[in-house]
């Protein structure tokens, strides 16, 4: 199938190719085709995709936090109405509770528009996985160093001037090493 339209420049041929499917699985031509967000905005809005919405307000969500805070966050899980951040380390956990958790809290109620799925969220709260928390109180092994026995016997010739610093401090290492041969 194939349209002509008359133009100012003369008569000009447009083939009709399918572009779109409408609602009713029926194919529309000369519709423009919806760009990629467009798309996925469509099927975000569908009941069976409420967790990949609500998984990336989240994503935009982990965009406002602190760098540092960024880089020690494992994930972030939704639950009873609350949002619990796991994290790597404790000390930017404890960090996270203390000054950013209402700031976030407030964030989310007041940009309704940008994160509906999260408004029925009440608290959020910041936390550290037990393999993480075990992994750092693990006792450590202290590497020891041995100790090696003094092979010299404090047999050398010091060729520094006898009145200097470091003739006397030769000598003082000659002596160390001839008293622990003792």
Partial sequence: MSKVRRTSFGIKRISLIPTAINTNNKICYNHPMKNSQTIISNILKLPTFTKLKQQNE????????????KNSLLFVIPRNHQLL???????????FNRYHTKKLLDFIQNNSTLFPSLLQVSGVKGYVPHQYLNFHFQTQKIFIAPAYP????????????PN???????????????????
């Fill in 58 to 69: 989240i994503a935009k969500l982990k965009i406002t936090l602190p760098l540092s805070i």
């Fill in 85 to 95: 951040f796991a994290f790597k380390n404790q000390v930017i956990c404890n960090e």
């Fill in 164 to 182: 200097s610093n470091l003739f006397k401090l030769f000598e003082e290492i000659r002596s160390i090493i001839i008293n622990r041969h003792d």
């Fill in 150 to 161: 003094e092979r010299s016997f404090g047999i050398f010739t010091n060729h520094c001037e």
